[in-house]
């Protein structure tokens, strides 16, 4: 842990709380200090030491810090660090609170986790997001919750030292606990979210909304157009059962409503009902009542889910900030005399691949600026359509059929890269245990049968192992670059205020634009090298200086 003091914190739901030092192993180095303002008492320890702040969940304490106006440089997040270990002894899914923890270190019974908080729109800017959430399990009667958090913090420390991998396993956990800190912080800044700028690209799509509550003018009049072309008088096109009702009788007979399979079909009402779908999308997912939910004071507020995903990836529990289509980003808009710098790690997942399997020919493709156009020359007789569908055929599992000869090339030229994809494929298919580069284990499946069973979902399983070695260590890779990058910015204005997978957005005053460049860029540079040592690859980052999200692409 570097040397960095450990504070242990306990909340009282009140304010307050329990503070407690503990030294480099855990074991405690100080008195317990009860305070009646936990904020004003972290606060007073950040401007000294800025101490690893050790508590159950980022998510329950870190939001009434941040409404009290207090940052924190660093944390252990207890819950976070549980799944992860847990996930590594191949127990994904056990009860991954500071009480359960402790449970299962002393034999005690353990207790469920709380069940997640559902979508809520914030309230103000004290921020519901992490108020309201409800308090986590006791620990038994007669135990010091202090006592406890350092018992499992030291059982923790132990855990990791044990594994494969320590010191990869520790950066995961610092860079999981960082990612809680950026999420929390991201939930609550919120992103520049401009009402009049939403206005004028809503209409420019859907018309002017109804001013009774129902679809917008431009809908109700591709829903007539639509009931018209399938001669269905009343039909609602946002009903699939009804679409595929209406398509029967007009003799389309498809399996399903999704745009992917009414695209393949020849009918002149095919073009109005993918114009219909999308701007339906948009209308519910990113309109006005969407709008009315999840901006408040020109913010964009929604709520994310660091490690939300099985692969490390974030997810959200409300406001669909991950799926936030093109046609509305140019709402998000920098404030005046401020910009948002928006960079996004392009082909991360095969330099991901060439840096994980030590592939000498790979790796020199990676090091260039275009992965695939130097592919393509070496082994694909300059077919970089060809090296693209190798390459991301071998990570995703589609290896038969149109992809089989370019996958054929590919293995030829880069045997290293083909075999650790493979491996990872085979073991998952047998049930093994598949990790990540830094660690984090891919979870068994919610299936009954074994994955040890010849044929379907052993296949499946498989696709999936292949391609989580490198998706998962993608996702290490950004949430290492979000904890340089705002390390780098901490004693500057300019704010997280965005990200999905590999995408970060910054908003910064002028005067800090390029600075926040060369913080992206040389972030960009130092997590390839924390990760990946002195591999010959490199994550180049594109990045650009916009007043909307909108002009970034």
């Known amino acids: 842990m570097g040397g960095v003091t450990v504070i242990a914190v306990v909340a009282d739901g009140s304010g307050g709380g329990l503070l407690r030092s503990l030294d480099a192993a ?21 401007r000294g030491s800025a101490p690893r702040w050790l508590w ?14 207090v940052r924190v440089r660093r944390c252990h997040d207890m819950e976070l660090a549980e799944t992860l270990l847990l996930g590594y ?8 609170s500071a009480a359960a923890a402790y449970a299962r270190l002393v034999g005690a019974p353990v207790p469920a986790d709380q069940a997640a908080r559902p979508a809520q729109p914030p309230g103000d800017l004290q921020g519901t997001l992490f108020g309201d959430t409800p308090a986590p399990a006791a620990v038994p009667d007669g135990v010091d919750p202090l006592d406890a958090l350092a018992a499992v913090y030291r059982d ?13 396993m520790r950066l995961l956990v610092a860079a999981e606990s960082a990612s809680a800190l950026i999420a929390a912080e991201m939930g609550h800044t919120g992103m520049p979210w401009q009402a009049r700028a939403h206005d004028e690209i809503l209409v420019g799509l859907l018309g002017e909304p109804s001013p009774v509550g129902g679809p917008p003018r431009r809908l109700a009049e591709l829903s007539g157009r639509i009931a018209e ?31 992917w399979v009414l695209k393949a079909v020849d009918h002149p009402v095919i073009e109005v009902l993918l114009e219909y779908k999308e701007l339906y999308r948009i209308w519910t997912a990113h309109g006005w009542s969407w709008r009315e939910q999840w901006v408040r004071q020109g913010r964009f507020r929604p709520a994310y889910v660091p490690g939300g995903v099985v692969t490390g990836r974030w997810a959200t529990r409300g406001g669909g900030a991950l799926q936030i289509p093109k046609a509305v980003r140019g709402a998000a808009r920098a ?22 399997s030590g592939d000498a020919g790979l790796a020199r493709a990676a090091a260039a600026g275009d992965l695939y156009a130097v592919l393509a020359a070496e082994a694909f007789k300059g077919d970089r ?19 089989a000869p370019a996958i054929a090339a590919l293995r030829g030229s880069y045997p290293k890269a083909w075999a650790y994809v493979e491996a990872a494929a085979r073991t998952g298919e047998t049930g093994g245990l598949v990790r990540s580069w830094l660690g984090r284990t891919c979870p068994p499946s919610a299936l009954e049968s074994s994955w040890a069973d010849e044929g379907a979902s052993g296949r499946s399983r498989g696709r999936f192992t292949r391609n989580f070695v490198i998706q998962a260590t993608a996702a290490e890779w950004a949430a290492s670059l979000l904890a340089t990058l705002r ?18 957005i910054v908003h910064c005053p002028d005067e800090e634009a390029d600075l926040v460049v060369a913080a992206l860029e040389a972030g960009a540079k130092a997590t390839g090298e924390l990760l990946f040592g002195s591999s010959p690859v490199r994550f180049p980052l594109t990045v650009a200086v916009v007043d909307s999200y909108g002009d970034a692409k």
């Open 26 to 46: 855990g074991a405690p180095s100080g008195p317990v200090e009860a305070v009646d303002d936990l904020a004003a008492a972290v606060a007073d320890r950040e």
């Open 156 to 168: 923790q420390l132990a855990r990791i030292a044990a594994v494969e991998q320590p010191a990869r």
């Open 229 to 259: 072309l399938l001669n269905a008088p009343g039909l609602h096109p946002d009903s699939p059962a009804e679409l595929r009702k209406a398509l029967r009788r007009a003799g389309i007979e498809v399996p399903n409503t999704r745009s």
């Open 89 to 96: 002894a191949g127990r994904y899914g056990e009860p991954r």
């Open 487 to 504: 390390a780098r910015l901490w004693d500057r204005r300019a704010e997280l205020v965005f990200f999905q997978h590999d995408e970060v």
């Open 335 to 356: 404030d005046p005399g401020w910009r948002l710098v928006v960079a996004d790690a392009g082909q991360l997942e095969p330099r991901i691949l060439a840096a994980v």
């Open 385 to 403: 359509a060809a090296a693209k569908l190798a390459l991301l055929g071998a990570m995703y599992g589609q290896t038969g059929g149109a992809a």
């Open 56 to 69: 159950g969940s980022t998510e329950q304490i870190y939001g009434p810090l941040l409404a009290a106006g």
